[in-house]
């Protein structure tokens, strides 16, 4: 079992940068892949990044790479999204998920656990 919270999220001006970061319970946090997903109102649970137990391969999506970079510290059970370059769609509800299911990285449906999700806003 994992618990996940993420904290960081707020609002910004285009162009503008946040990070956001996930702690994650329990000790084996380094065997975990973990995930960021976002959720706009009214549309579909998306993928954003995801980074493998040991943080040596990551995963991004198109419409973020270059801009956003995710990262761990499996000392402090913690995962990271660094938000640069923001644009007004990325404005979304941000989760933290994990899995130790083998799989693509890309789906929420590979996903176990999941935060509560924190809300970024930029604005234009």
């Known amino acids: 079992q994992v618990q996940l919270v993420e904290s960081g999220g707020g609002l910004v001006q285009a162009g503008g940068s946040l990070r956001l970061s996930c702690a994650a319970s329990g000790r084996t946090f380094s065997s975990y892949v973990m995930g960021w997903f976002r959720q706009a109102p009214g549309k579909e649970r998306d993928f954003a990044a995801a980074i493998s137990g040991s943080g040596g391969t990551t995963y991004y999506a198109g419409s973020v790479k270059g801009r956003f970079t995710i990262s761990r510290d499996n000392a402090k059970n913690t995962v990271y999204l660094q938000m640069n370059s923001l644009k007004p769609e990325d404005t979304a509800v941000y989760y933290c998920?994990?899995?130790?299911?083998?799989?693509?990285?890309?789906?929420?449906?590979?996903?176990?656990?999941w935060g509560q999700g924190t809300q970024v806003t930029v604005s234009s």
């Open positions: 998920a994990a899995t130790m299911r083998y799989g693509s990285r890309f789906y929420a449906r590979e996903y176990d656990y």
